[in-house]
C-alpha cells in the first residue's frame, strides 16, 4: 500500500499562518488621553486642581510620614506618567488659553458657545459692532483651528495612527462640554 502524501499541505499551513499574522490590534490609550484632556481643559478654563491633602501644618506630621513621603513618587513623576506633552502641545495649550481669555466675555453673554464636537460657534453677533463681529469669527476660527491641531499632536506623541485622531477629539469635547462654566452655551 501506497501512502497518499498530500504536497499543499505545507503551502495551506504558511498561507493560514500567513492570514493570522495579518490581523493588526491597535490600543487606544484612553485613560492617558483622558487625564490629558481632563488636565488641559482644565488649565484652559483657569480651573485649579485640589492639591494633595496634607495635615494641619502642611506638612507630614512624624518622622516616619517623613520618610514614607521622601521614599513614595514625586507628584511631577506621577503626573508625567498619565499625560502626554510636548514643545507642540504646550505651545496649542498656551495659545487656547490665551483665545479663551479673550473670547470669555462672549461666552459669558451667550455670543459663543461649544458645540457637541468640542467646537466653538458664534452664536449671536447681535449688539457688536462690525469690526467687532469680523474679530470674533477670526477668532473662533482660530481657536478651532487649535484645538485641532492639538488633537492631532496628542495622537502623535501617543504614536496612535490618523484614523485615531477623531477618537482623541471626541475625548476633548467631553471634556471642553463637562467643565464649562454655568451659562455657557452649549448645544
Known amino acids: 500500500m501506497k501512502k497518499m502524501v498530500f504536497k499543499g499541505l505545507p503551502l495551506l499551513g504558511l498561507a493560514l499562518l500567513v492570514a493570522a499574522c495579518v490581523t493588526v490590534n491597535v490600543y ?4 492617558k488621553v483622558e487625564k490629558t484632556a481632563e488636565r488641559i481643559v482644565s488649565d484652559v478654563y483657569g480651573q485649579e486642581k485640589p492639591a494633595l491633602e496634607k495635615d494641619k501644618g502642611g506638612k507630614p506630621s512624624s ?9 513614595g513618587p ?3 513623576h506621577a503626573q508625567d506618567a498619565t499625560t502626554v506633552s510636548n514643545a507642540a502641545i504646550r505651545g496649542l495649550k498656551a495659545q487656547i488659553a490665551q483665545n479663551h481669555q479673550q473670547l470669555l466675555p462672549f461666552y459669558n453673554q451667550g455670543k459663543v458657545g461649544i458645540k457637541p464636537d468640542g467646537y466653538l460657534a458664534v452664536k449671536s453677533t447681535q449688539g457688536l459692532p462690525m469690526n467687532q463681529v469680523a474679530a470674533l469669527k477670526r477668532l473662533v476660527e482660530a481657536d478651532n483651528g487649535a484645538r485641532s491641531q492639538l488633537y492631532k499632536e496628542v495622537a502623535t506623541a501617543l504614536n496612535l495612527p ?9 475625548i476633548f469635547a467631553r471634556h ?8 455657557w452655551l452649549i448645544n
Request: glycine share 10%; no cysteine.
Open 28 to 31: 487606544f490609550p484612553a485613560a
Open 162 to 170: 490618523g484614523n485615531q485622531v477623531a477618537k482623541v477629539a471626541e
Open 63 to 71: 518622622w516616619l510620614g517623613n520618610f514614607l513621603a521622601w521614599l
Open 176 to 183: 471642553w462640554r463637562s467643565q464649562a462654566q454655568p451659562g
Open 74 to 76: 514625586r507628584p511631577a
